[in-house]
């Protein structure tokens, strides 16, 4: 990381992002920039989707995030001789500025997502800057840990939304001022998703840029892990040092908000029938004998009033809703947010 030639902000008390030298895929050295992603670590589906995406391209980015051997040490290292070899091959190069990154993403439907991509200083759960709603896996954040003290590399950015002004705001101008210009890459993967890139270095702009974030905070939207790997790994290192920031891509909510999907989890060992015995009495429960989306359409119908979810497994999908109001004062804990407590995840892991 490279933050040479950006004044420094004076601010502690909101995001500071910092511009980097990110390394990129050369579009002349691999056959297909489609070809080299992958998902998010952690939603590579295992065997099957891994095994095609090493299939799809010898340079694909999973042989990093997810390498094969026999031991985790192994595991590890592999990933390291790869990077070190992609390097010295010239099939990753950095580039020769520090910039920060417009990152813009459609779906076939045409939903646009934008955000930007820095280096973010990783604060102190005490400063309330960047806000985790999940808790972690120790095992997954020593696994992720290793790999990142091999490799020495960030190799996936973890996702933040911050509320800002929207079209008004100076990082919103900034990024579809971007967009209106030639991408430095462009590639449309194979699940109908279109992916474009751009940096900005001007350091004015990356200055009032880095002055608007400052304002805000960040909720973790997808990520918890990678971030408390980082805050392992600067806890490690003297600092000042490249350890005291994290890859992140913002997202300002109030321009481009998220869309959340439906949030599955599977129930190992319950049968339905035990299932909605259990239920019987704490909620409302209706069995719809009706194809998946007309299920679904009742689901959201229901979901505009409160808690709701579908319980499917017997050839049937069951509407479970209308929570008992005395079931949600015994097992939601109290001493959060009230927004927190009505989440739909909250509900579903207190009650059932």
């Known amino acids: 990381?490279?933050?040479?030639?950006?004044?420094?902000?004076?601010?502690?008390?909101?995001?500071?992002?910092?511009?980097?030298?990110?390394?990129?895929?050369?579009?002349?050295?691999?056959?297909?920039?489609?070809?080299?992603?992958?998902?998010?670590?952690?939603?590579?589906?295992?065997?099957?989707?891994?095994?095609?995406?090493?299939?799809?391209?010898?340079?694909?980015?999973?042989?990093?995030?997810?390498?094969?051997?026999?031991?985790?040490?192994?595991?590890?290292?592999?990933?390291?001789?790869?990077?070190?070899?992609?390097?010295?091959?010239?099939?990753?190069?950095?580039?020769?500025?520090?910039?920060?990154?417009?990152?813009?993403?459609?779906?076939?439907?045409?939903?646009?997502?934008?955000?930007?991509?820095?280096?973010?200083?990783?604060?102190?759960?005490?400063?309330?800057?960047?806000?985790?709603?999940?808790?972690?896996?120790?095992?997954?954040?020593?696994?992720?840990?290793?790999?990142?003290?091999?490799?020495?590399?960030?190799?996936?950015?973890?996702?933040?939304?911050?509320?800002?002004?929207?079209?008004?705001?100076?990082?919103?101008?900034?990024?579809?001022?971007?967009?209106?210009?030639?991408?430095?890459?462009?590639?449309?993967?194979?699940?109908?998703?279109?992916?474009?890139?751009?940096?900005?270095?001007?350091p004015a702009e990356v200055a009032r840029i880095r002055s608007d974030l400052a304002q805000h905070q960040a909720l973790i939207a997808d990520g918890h892990h990678r971030w408390a790997t980082y805050r392992r790994l600067r806890a490690e290192h003297p600092s000042p040092s490249p350890w005291d920031h994290g890859l992140v891509l913002l997202v300002d909510t109030a321009r481009y908000p998220l869309r959340v999907r439906a949030i599955h989890r599977l129930l190992h060992g319950v049968p339905v029938a035990r299932s909605l015995a259990l239920l019987d009495g704490l909620f409302r429960v209706q069995r719809l004998d009706v194809p998946l989306t007309e299920a679904l359409d009742a689901l959201a119908d229901s979901a505009c009033a409160g808690n709701a979810f579908l319980l499917a497994g017997d050839g049937a999908f069951h509407l479970v809703d209308r929570p008992d109001p005395d079931l949600l004062s015994r097992t939601v804990p109290t001493d959060r947010p009230t927004a927190w407590r009505t989440l739909d995840a909250t509900v579903l892991h207190a009650t059932l």
């Open 1 to 202: 990381m490279n933050t040479a030639g950006h004044p420094e902000a004076t601010a502690r008390r909101g995001l500071e992002l910092t511009p980097f030298r990110g390394l990129r895929y050369d579009p002349d050295r691999v056959g297909s920039l489609a070809a080299v992603t992958s998902p998010p670590y952690d939603v590579v589906v295992r065997p099957d989707g891994l095994h095609q995406l090493q299939s799809n391209d010898p340079y694909n980015i999973v042989r990093l995030i997810l390498p094969q051997a026999t031991t985790p040490a192994e595991r590890n290292e592999q990933a390291a001789r790869t990077l070190r070899g992609w390097l010295s091959e010239g099939i990753l190069t950095a580039d020769t500025e520090p910039g920060l990154y417009v990152y813009e993403q459609r779906d076939g439907a045409g939903l646009l997502q934008r955000g930007i991509i820095g280096t973010l200083r990783l604060s102190e759960p005490s400063e309330g800057v960047v806000l985790p709603h999940e808790d972690v896996m120790p095992h997954v954040v020593a696994d992720r840990a290793a790999l990142m003290r091999a490799t020495s590399a960030n190799l996936e950015p973890l996702l933040l939304t911050y509320r800002g002004n929207g079209s008004q705001s100076v990082t919103s101008t900034a990024i579809e001022r971007m967009a209106a210009q030639p991408p430095l890459l462009a590639t449309t993967t194979e699940d109908g998703y279109s992916h474009r890139l751009w940096s900005i270095t001007d």
